[in-house]
């Protein structure tokens, strides 16, 4: 008996939402949006690839054995210094790796003594990128030594910082798989809202609440069908964008969990926006930073601060690391912990708010 | 509990104007369907509800009126559990509200201020809702829109509605689950004079059936021929609360219109009757020239105003 007004008020709700052509329209129209986009994305990677330098004294000739790498993709940026260029390569916006001269490089290698070129790589670089490094490498010495080869070709010393990910060089559609997924789970957000508000404005909950029912069945019920919206359209995409091909139960928990987590929000944004604008403007307010995390994964490296700070930033990252990388449960339960913890202040925070809300009638 | 009519014996159910024997606000055993016991409410600074305190029986309609603002859907929203009283104490059907609410909620039945339906849903799913919500599956939907007229449109989406029809569906809303006290707050506002009476009509049927009703109205009128006993409330309080024949006659003024012919023109004067007016009435009757002659009571709207100090619209 308990349940029983939960059961109708979803069903009822299930009901407006279907009737509801805006958010119909809205979902039909997304989920084959990205489906699309998905496809149509190539599947293979294509790498290029800026690089940084650094070669104290032979910025020139640097210059003249980069053109030759032209035709490899290579980018080239110049660093004055030892500690910009690694600073860079971990930054991961300006370059993606980077070659670090000695200071006596181009003498050593112009009268045959040994010596050590380091290339500098983050976890995400492609393998392939290694070997054109080291090639560059080879290219610098052949141009100081004219054309014999050196006597002593110099040693070759690789540096990898951060995450080794060498070998696992995401395509474009891998890339954008997490920010498809989100955002199908945000534009849920938006819908719950709506249902939400919509409730409030018409005063149909002063109705529901002169009844035996209660707001924490009204509670209840919007968070389940919120939930079950947002998880089955999120499962949905996964599905066609054969993403279940590894991890499949713990992509489902995650996604679980990102539905939990729009979800909250989504009744934060509907019980603070009482007609169609103040609607769209609260969950705006929401899915901007919301979405953030997804787009940051776009770029390699590790997000700033304030991204990983964001609510999703766990939801994104353990969908990059789960369906880019197969990475399991070991790896990423901190995620996880991180994106649950997140779901439940939002859903708290939802059911402060709607709770208030609702009070005042 | 006994199920039992209160009114007069022989009476029987008539749309409107019954008129006739006022019942005293109780049943004769004292029952007591709703009890409201000094309740206030203030919004803020603003006190909408400041001590009102009345008993309603059950088969007792009791008429609230009252200027705009007067602080009758506040009332209305403590009685539903609505609004918690932030003073007082509310007792239904012998339950206490701070501790039973969701148990006399079952037996209530509310129509609201506003019009509050979803609009997308028709009004045959709109009662279907309501119905589940009430825990109730066996309810006859198709019987109950028949019964406010809407036999023939509960399958179309209440958007397409007039705002009769929506007022005369959350009606039939609040006859869902067969309730023991009705709370309507204005339910006959914005409908046409054949649904009113309608309306009025299903109302009085169910204060037979001995079901307790309190309603709001700005129709004078209709207060006078449907409520037991009316309250007036004006700045949160009850001003007096009676029947409406007892209150016309203590605060309104009989009076006696009276033409006669004199010297060829026509004069028209206003007698005020006080105390027995036999011997007044025959003295008029008697005079010379008369042409006629008018008896006029004192009506709800004299009393409303002569209590709030302003006409109504
Ligand atoms: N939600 C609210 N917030 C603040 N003040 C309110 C609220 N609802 C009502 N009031 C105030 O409380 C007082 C009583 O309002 P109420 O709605 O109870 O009057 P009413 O008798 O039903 O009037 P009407 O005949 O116009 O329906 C008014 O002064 C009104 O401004
Ligand atoms: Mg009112």
Redesign the pocket.
Known sequence: MASHPVTAIIAKDLRLFLRDRFYAFITLLGLGFYVLVFWLLPAAAEPAIPIGLHLPGGEDLLAEALAEEADQGLEVVVFTSRSDLEAAVLAGDEVLAGLDFPAGFLPAVASGRPTTARVLLTGEAPAALHDALSAVVVEVAVAVAGQDPPVTFPEVEELVLGVDRADQVLSWREQLRPLLLLIVLLVEMFALASLVATEIAQRTITAILATPARVRDVLAAKTLLGTALAFSQAVLLAAVTATFTRQAALLLVVLLLGAVLVTGFGLVAGSLGQDFIAIVFWSMVFFVPLVIPAFAMLFPGTPALWIRALPTYGLAETLVRVTGYGEGWAEVWPLLALLAAWGVAAFLLGAGVLGRRVV?? | MARRAVRGQGQVACAWGCGGVHTAGMSPDGEVALRASGLRYA??D?V??DGVSFKLAPGEVLGLL????????????MLIGLLPPQAGSIEVLGMAMSQHRSAIQARLGVVF?EKNLYPTLSGRENLAFFARLFGRRDVDLDGLLDRVGLATRGRDRVSGYSKGMRQRLTVARALLNRPDVLVL??PTDGLDPVSARSIRGLIREEAERGVAVLL?T?DMYEADGLSDRVAF?DQ?RILALDTPERLKLRHGQRTVRVRRQVDGAVEESVVTLDGDAGDRLRELVAAEGLLTIHTEEATLEDVFVAFAGRRLE
Not at chain 2, 66 to 77: D, E, H, L, V
Request: proline share 4%.
């Open positions: 005042r009638v | 919004y803020g603003r909408a509800v009252g200027p705009n603002g007067a602080g009758k859907s506040t009332t209305i929203k201020e707050d204005e709001t700005h409330i949160g």
